[in-house]
């Protein structure tokens, strides 16, 4: 990221490439129209072009550049809030295409949509994906006693789900 | 070639951000940048000190509660500036601790007051002209904190306009307690606060949208 603020397009290209599907997987956790994450995954780069300025090469990149994804989707949530208070409901919804989630099981991933966001997150930061506390701590923007709190209840929850 | 887990987009994406790529002058830490700051508001309250109207300056400035109550203020100032600039700065963390410390900070300065034998009863006259001159005082310091937060990435810009605003009119609010001969507890929190408090919440409003400009296409 030092050599991208020197203007080293080179390397950017590698950067890009390397964080987009953490990037991706990261949006796909959150919304679930497909093309929605790939709207948002534009603006998280965007944005992030923007405040390259901003990293400090002291400090790790994941803090950073989740920080980013997560200013972008609450952004997106805000606005969208905003316009779904201003639509009109139709009598019967729209057919929805199915989604290729392919990550967890029906029964499961039933279960995770009834957990509250944060705890659906901690579960699979860890479960899903397999990071370390201390890295899904960092991906989620919070603390690593806060992860485990939330990780510990969705556990409880999924428990009396399943 | 299609990098794996990304969607479609992501060439064409990358190919018109790279041509972009220009060298960018990276942001100085938080840290130099709040003691630039500091230095900023230190010499804008010593020069209220020297062109000020109280006379007994010198005197007061050995009382500790006097020296602590504009101490107080000027803590508090720094730790709002302190909240300011980290969160123009993706990934460092949230400032409730931060700005939760500035305003016990603030309010210890206001309730020190209390303590403070009152010496002169000029509240009705100097009260407007103490109000305009925290605005003042606390001019020079807001514009530089407003660019300094504007350089970076600041994402919930309303809060950190509130905090800058806020910062540079508690420095406002420290030289005045050092220019101003008035030391009634009332006047000190009608006329030297509350601007802080009014002054904060209208920078929210009218420093948000320019704050919010740094991630526009």
Redesign the interface.
Known sequence: MAE??????EA??AL??DI??AV??FLRRRVHEGAE??DL??EV???L???????????PLE??????AR?VVAHHRQRRSAQRSREVLVAAPPERAVENVGFVKPRLEQALRQLSAEQREAFVLLQVDGLSVEMAAARA?TTTGALKVRAHRAYRALRGLL | MRVVGTPPVHRALVARLVADAQPVARLWPPAPRLAAWLGLALAVVALAGVVGLRPDVRTELARPLYVAQVTALLAGATLFAAAALRAAVPGLGANRALVGAALALTAAGVALAWWMPAVDSHATVFGPRCALCVVLFGALPGVALFVAVRRGAPFHARATAAWAGSAALLVGAAAVRLACPVDEPLHLLGWHVVPVAVGGVLSAVAGSTWLARWCEV
């Open positions: 991208v603020q020197r203007g080293d397009r950017y290209t890009l490439n987009g599907p991706m997987s994450a790939q995954y534009q780069f965007v944005a072009h923007r405040a390259r300025h901003t990293y400090q090469p002291s400090r803090p950073w550049l989740f920080a980013i200013h923007g």
